[in-house]
């Protein structure tokens, strides 16, 4: 359907994920679409057969973007705390496509596809780090990786819920793990 690298594919992606940004997945229709950037509605059919494919490369297309900056931030001398970090700048879209990921395989697979390959980056920034060091982890790199993915995605959804009951306590926790593990390659449990 359509060339991928047609200038009309990409402006119909971008506006694809400005809609999800700022109104959800439910609100890209191709009419939408077509509408924002004065198209026919057919022409949106013609690179993408379903509303679906549309939402599958927009996923494609952000995470691709994300993977470039992670890839570069992992290199650091904390990929630990860069994991962090990141996890706490989950957004509202990650949410969005999480949800429909439940319901819709397609989605469900490409997500599970992205979230694949970042543990994999992930794990791989953690295992190199803590050979340079020669540090013998006292825990598996990639639970690592998970366990504080986990926490800081936790904490992200609260915060957009308008929760912060016990973040400061989590936050100091955290920040000594971060520490131990820069030092010890091991997460210290309290």
Not at 9 to 32: F, N, T
Not at 55 to 76: G, K, P, Y
């Amino acid at each position: 359907m359509g060339v991928e690298s047609s200038e009309t594919r990409a402006q119909l992606i971008e506006a694809a994920g400005k809609l999800v940004r700022k109104e959800g997945c439910a609100a890209v229709s191709a009419r939408r679409l077509a509408e924002k950037l004065g198209l026919k509605r057919q022409i949106v059919h013609y690179y993408f057969s379903t509303i679906e494919d549309l939402l599958v490369a927009v996923i494609r297309h952000e995470s691709e973007e994300v993977r470039e900056r992670f890839v570069q931030a992992l290199a650091t001398d904390e990929p630990l705390r860069v994991i962090w970090e990141l996890g706490n700048r989950v957004t509202v879209t990650i949410f969005e496509f999480t949800a429909l990921a439940l319901r819709r395989k397609a989605i469900q697979a490409e997500i599970r596809r992205y979230m694949a390959e970042f543990r994999r980056i992930e794990t791989a920034a953690l295992v190199r780090y803590l050979e340079l060091r020669g540090i013998k982890p006292t825990m598996p790199p990639v639970a690592s990786a998970i366990l504080i993915n986990s926490i800081a995605h936790t904490l992200a959804v609260e915060r957009a819920l308008g929760v912060s009951e016990g973040h400061t306590e989590m936050k100091a926790i955290i920040e000594d793990w971060l520490r131990t593990f820069a030092e010890r390659g091991a997460l210290s449990m309290p």
